[in-house]
């Protein structure tokens, strides 16, 4: 039979020394190891020393990781692609294709995406930034598709982005859809804002009256003109053959 009288007399003994003494919090600045026996707990300082290296080797880790996922690019790579079929001017990066314009507005690299205010309404668009003092205004050279006429925050198509490779490597690039009054007809840019620096839209790829649109033209004509001959030569080869035969 289980004898239960000492685990009375130990609660008995804990009872009397709660009433008799306070309780006592002990805070310490680094990390200890406590040893319990007898009647005074001992604490003991740890050893810090591998606790402090693991946390910087890990954080090194850290940061190899980040520095493993930064890409060098190209400047001329990046210009090429943000300027595609467009330029550039004092306050942005432009580039369009037959359907859309991105700009890339050239901003502080404290500046931050939370702070945006962005507006269009018709072409007129404004960008502000209170925190960095940072203001654009202008009218887009072109007509874009804003639905019911007029966008702002999120209903555009708009985020922060960083391109280490450039000058100003923090920018705010914005999407907007072109608008076409007739869908068989395409309308390049000459230039991304009224007032602003013309793109040479001779140099555009695929647009009709280019000089690059024309040299593919010939090409292809020329091609044509080969294969055809290529098929009459075939053709009367295989008349002679009958004819023979």
């Not at 604490?43 to 810090?48: G, I, K, W």
């Not at 790579?77 to 943000?82: A, G, K, L, N, S």
């Not at 079929?85 to 004092?90: C, F």
């Not at 009224?194 to 001779?202: F, I």
Request: proline residues 4%.
């Amino acid at each position: 039979m289980v004898d239960y009288s000492k685990w009375d007399k130990l609660c008995d003994e804990l009872s009397d020394e709660s009433d008799n003494e306070d309780v006592h919090v002990t805070r310490f600045d680094e990390p200890q190891s406590i040893t319990i026996g007898g009647n005074n707990p001992s604490f003991l300082p740890s050893n810090s020393s591998n606790l402090n290296e693991e946390i910087i080797q890990e954080d090194n880790k850290i940061k190899e990781n980040k520095q493993s996922k930064i890409i060098e690019l190209d400047p001329d790579d990046v210009m090429e692609r943000i300027t595609e079929n467009g330029g550039q001017d004092e306050w942005y990066y432009w580039s369009q294709t037959s359907q859309e314009v991105v700009i890339k507005f050239k901003v502080r690299e404290d500046c931050r995406g939370r702070d945006i205010a962005i507006s269009l309404k018709d072409k007129s668009i404004q960008i502000s930034n209170p925190t960095i003092d940072y203001k654009f205004e202008g009218v887009l050279e072109g007509d874009v598709d804003l639905g019911d006429g007029e966008l702002s925050g999120e209903d555009l198509d708009w985020e922060m982005e960083d391109e280490m490779s450039l000058s100003y490597p923090r920018l705010l690039s914005l999407t907007l859809p072109k608008k076409h009054p007739d869908p068989s007809i395409i309308h390049w840019w000459a230039r991304c804002m009224e007032g602003g620096v013309e793109t040479d839209l001779e140099l555009v790829e695929g647009r009709r009256g280019s000089s690059k649109f024309s040299e593919n033209w010939e090409e292809a004509n020329r091609l044509f003109q080969l294969e055809m001959e290529k098929r009459k030569k075939n053709n009367k080869e295989e008349e002679e053959e009958e004819k023979n035969s």
